[in-house]
T-cell receptor
Framework: DAKTTQPNSMESNEEEPVHLPCNHS???????IHWYRQLPSQGPEYVIH???SNVNNRMASLAIAEDRKSSTLILHRATLRDAAVYYC????????FGKGTLLTVNP | NAGVMQNPRHLVRRRGQEARLRCSPM?????VYWYRQLPEEGLKFMVY????????ESGMPKERFSAEFPKEGPSILRIQQVVRGDSAAYFC??????????????FGQGTRLTVV
């Protein structure tokens, strides 16, 4: 599995964009990059995933570096409900998460 | 379409007892994964099952832990002779295909096991 590195915490204001970075320098060429988030006392929730191209869905955008060693999850307009721990993971079904990034959204 | 259902949500066991955690995957999903989250730590993969088969149990402790996903009924994670260190949140996820393929995993709400 790819080893991932994320900042421990980030802070944003409501309605502003948020860019959450992730380094996954050991990712193999065929591994997808997945992002999940977890609210307190909840199970992880799928956010987005991609392989090489940038991806968009109703929740977020995923920008993947050309060398695939890093990616950035973009929340275009943060809301209070986006406050959570965000995990990126690269690899197969094992989806092993590190400690993730705790995102705080200020009203 | 109901999501991944785990029960019980909270389970208290005394040291030495057995803990049984159940997971019903989403309808139509045949791939089930179990994860453990210790306090203040990230999620750790334990085991990956398909119907009646254990595909990968490399994350499961060698002793006291077992998992099954029978042809009928939920997947079961069994912990025998629990110890305090087993206290954690256990999450189950399911997917249509292996998550390395272009698909996502859906997680349940978890079972919080407390060993006293």
């Amino acid at each position: 599995d790819a080893k991932t590195t994320q900042p421990n915490s980030m802070e944003s204001n409501e309605e502003e964009p948020v860019h959450l970075p992730c380094n996954h320098s050991t990712i193999s060429g065929t591994d997808y990059i997945h992002w999940y988030r977890q609210l307190p006392s909840q199970g992880p929730e799928y956010v987005i995933h991609g392989l090489t191209s940038n991806v968009n869905n109703r929740m977020a955008s995923l920008a993947i570096a050309e060398d695939r060693k890093s990616s950035t999850l973009i929340l275009h307009r943060a809301t209070l409900r986006d406050a959570a721990v965000y995990y990126c993971t690269g690899g197969n079904y094992k989806l092993t998460f590190g400690k993730g990034t705790l995102l705080t959204v200020n009203p | 379409n109901a999501g991944v259902m785990q029960n019980p949500r909270h389970l208290v066991r005394r040291r030495g007892q057995e803990a049984r955690l159940r997971c019903s995957p989403m309808k139509g999903h045949s791939h089930v994964y179990w994860y453990r989250q210790l306090p203040e730590e990230g999620l750790k993969f334990m085991v990956y099952l398909q119907k009646e088969n254990i595909i990968d149990e490399s994350g499961m402790p060698k002793e006291r832990f077992s998992a099954e996903f029978p042809k009928e009924g939920p997947s079961i994670l069994r912990i025998q002779q629990v110890v305090r260190g087993d206290s954690a949140a256990y999450f189950c996820a399911s997917s249509l295909q292996e998550t390395e393929v272009n698909t996502e995993a859906f997680f349940g709400q978890g079972t919080r096991l407390t060993v006293v």
